[in-house]
Nanobody, 126 residues
Framework: EVRLVEPGGGSVQTGGSLRLSCAAS???????FHWFRQTPGKEREGVAS????????RYAESVKGRFTISRDNDKNTASLQMTSLKPEDTAMYYC????????????????????WGLGTQVTVSS
């Protein structure tokens, strides 16, 4: 089982930036990573995914052009750089991972991810 820890998060004003990190307990060379977010009373939303090679990346429409997902397999980490933050980005952000044995994009479906971090709160004030 992969343990995921998500340092980062915090509070910023509209237009600010934050960087989230996800540290895995195992070698990440064959893992999909995905960042999800959730606010109370709403379903969990896929934000960004990155495949094991770093070549196949997808973003939710709501964050395209503002968020950047990346990974460092040497350090067994994944990151989410968030810029131009908006109040609607306020949520608990979760890192998730799953083994990847195919070539291509990782799923945006949260049900297929087997390993999850505890989450980190991001609050954007207007």
């Amino acid at each position: 089982e992969v343990r995921l820890v998500e340092p980062g998060g915090g509070s910023v004003q509209t237009g600010g930036s934050l960087r989230l990190s996800c540290a895995a307990s195992i070698n990440t060379i064959r893992l999909c990573f995905h960042w999800f977010r959730q606010t109370p009373g709403k379903e969990r939303e896929g934000v960004a995914s990155i495949d094991s090679t770093g070549m196949y990346i997808r973003y939710a429409e709501s964050v395209k052009g503002r968020f950047t997902i990346s990974r460092d397999n040497d350090k067994n980490t994944a990151s989410l750089q968030m810029t131009s933050l908006k109040p609607e980005d306020t949520a608990m952000y979760y890192c998730a991972a799953r083994p990847q044995n195919w070539s291509g994009y990782c799923s945006f479906e949260d049900t297929v991810y087997m390993s999850w971090g505890l989450g980190t709160q991001v609050t954007v004030s207007s």
